[in-house]
């Protein structure tokens, strides 16, 4: 069965400082992984997906993510924290080869970046 | 502009009253879906939609229904609304592709009193 962990409910940094968000996953097969931003009062905008080419991936707004596989984890970094980075973040497994429309959500970490 | 259209962003109701919820794509993709979003649980799955006239229960489809009578349109109705279903709400739409990011629409954070 699918599920996700997001390791943090909550992370704050200091603006220009790096950011880290943990998420691990089980999955049966081989799954997308994506992950999802949510600004206050917004929906929720792709940041990156991984979907088995290269294991890491970059994203807007200076984001990346590591897909490791031995560990099933798809952590999420940026070097630089800036303010505007400040959000709710989502990491989602997507496991499309027994059924593609199954989208799992993790249930969020929220970055606050502090001046 | 590429969009996925909720209406309304806010809704107040009283328990049994019923009400729907729009949501409409402009994109041509095959696959929509329903979520809410409650502290601490991310979303969750309440129906999804492969293509017209095909609709398949997520992983909280109780007290709600949906129908896809046309591809753009996926409504979500609440034929008799109940406090526990105080949520935001959020549409969303992809090609259908397993690979494929969802697009989401706004939101409509609903109040059931």
């Known amino acids: 069965a699918q599920s996700v962990t997001q390791l943090d409910s909550h992370v704050s940094v200091s603006e220009g400082t790096p950011v880290l968000l943990r998420c691990n996953y089980s999955s049966s097969y081989s799954p997308s992984l994506f992950w999802y931003v949510q600004h206050p009062n917004k929906g929720l905008q792709l940041l990156l997906k991984?979907?088995?080419?290269?294991?890491l991936v970059k994203g807007i707004n200076g984001f990346e993510a590591e897909f490791k596989k031995s560990e099933t984890s798809f952590h999420l970094t940026k070097p630089s924290a800036h303010m505007s980075d400040a959000a709710e973040y989502f990491c989602?497994?997507?496991?499309?080869?027994?059924?593609?429309?199954?989208?799992?959500f993790g249930p969020g970490t929220s970055l606050s970046v502090i001046p | 502009e590429a969009q996925v259209t909720q209406n309304p962003r806010y809704l107040i109701t009283v328990t049994g009253k019923k009400l729907t919820v729009t949501c409409s794509q402009n994109m041509n993709h095959e696959y929509m879906s329903w979520y809410r979003q409650d502290p601490g649980l991310g979303l969750r799955q309440i129906y999804y939609?492969?293509?017209?006239?095909?609709?398949d229960k997520g992983d909280v489809p109780e007290g709600y229904k949906v129908s896809r009578k046309e591809k753009r349109n996926f409504p979500l109705i609440l034929e008799s609304p109940s406090p526990n279903q105080t949520s935001l709400y959020f549409c969303a739409s992809s090609p259908g592709r397993g690979g494929s990011p969802l697009h989401f629409g706004n939101g409509t954070r609903l109040t059931v009193t």
């Open positions: 939609s492969m293509n017209v006239e095909v609709t």
């Open positions: 991984y979907t088995s080419a290269a294991t």
């Open positions: 989602v497994v997507s496991d499309w080869k027994t059924s593609y429309d199954k989208v799992i």
